[in-house]
């Protein structure tokens, strides 16, 4: 009778760990489909002048569905996919920069975020916006997530 309490138990914990590592991957990709990201952006191209200056912002295709690309510094650049975390799977989920130009809006679930740094200032969303890996070299910005 030990025998199949032990193996009970390990089944048990076996399929907790499973779920565990399931939710967490989830959480990860924010609900946002997952797009290979490889672009290069040369600074000094006119068509991203706005980024030339730091707290500048542009939309660049790519992602799920474009990709928000916002200068934090001289050296620093931040990348989020434009696919609102939620309901990311409606049509309207997208987000837009609003006249403040630091907020990123959805104007499909009224969801607000900083384009800063990513986190939610307004629910029904809960999870940040999904960041791209970015590095720059000075005139080459790189935005990748591989």
Same mark, same amino acid.
């Given at each position: 009778?030990?025998?199949?309490? @032990?193996?009970?138990? +390990? =089944?048990?914990?076996? =399929? ?10 989830? &959480? ?6 997952? @797009?290979?990201? &490889? ?11 706005? $980024? ?11 992602? +799920? ?24 799977? +409606? +049509?309207?989920?997208? @987000? ?8 990123? @809006? ?14 939610? $200032? ?6 940040? $916006? ?10 080459? =910005? ?5």
């Amino acid at each position: 009778m030990k025998k199949k309490t @032990v193996y009970t138990s +390990a =089944l048990i914990v076996s =399929l907790l760990v499973m779920c565990l590592f399931y939710a967490c991957k989830k &959480d990860q990709d924010n609900g946002v489909p997952a @797009v290979g990201v &490889d672009i290069y952006i040369y600074t000094s191209n006119p068509s991203f002048i706005d $980024l030339n200056a730091v707290g500048g912002w542009t939309y660049i295709n790519g992602g +799920a569905r474009g990709i928000l690309v916002y200068r934090k510094s001289i050296s620093e650049f931040m990348a989020y996919d434009r696919n609102c975390t939620y309901n990311s799977s +409606a +049509a309207c989920s997208t @987000v837009y920069v609003d006249n403040t130009n630091i907020i990123a @809006v959805d104007t499909c679930c009224n969801s607000k975020f900083s384009i800063v740094d990513g986190t939610v $200032l307004q629910a029904p969303a809960a999870v940040p $916006l999904k960041a791209y890996n970015t590095t720059f070299d000075g005139s080459v =910005l790189h935005i990748y997530n591989y």
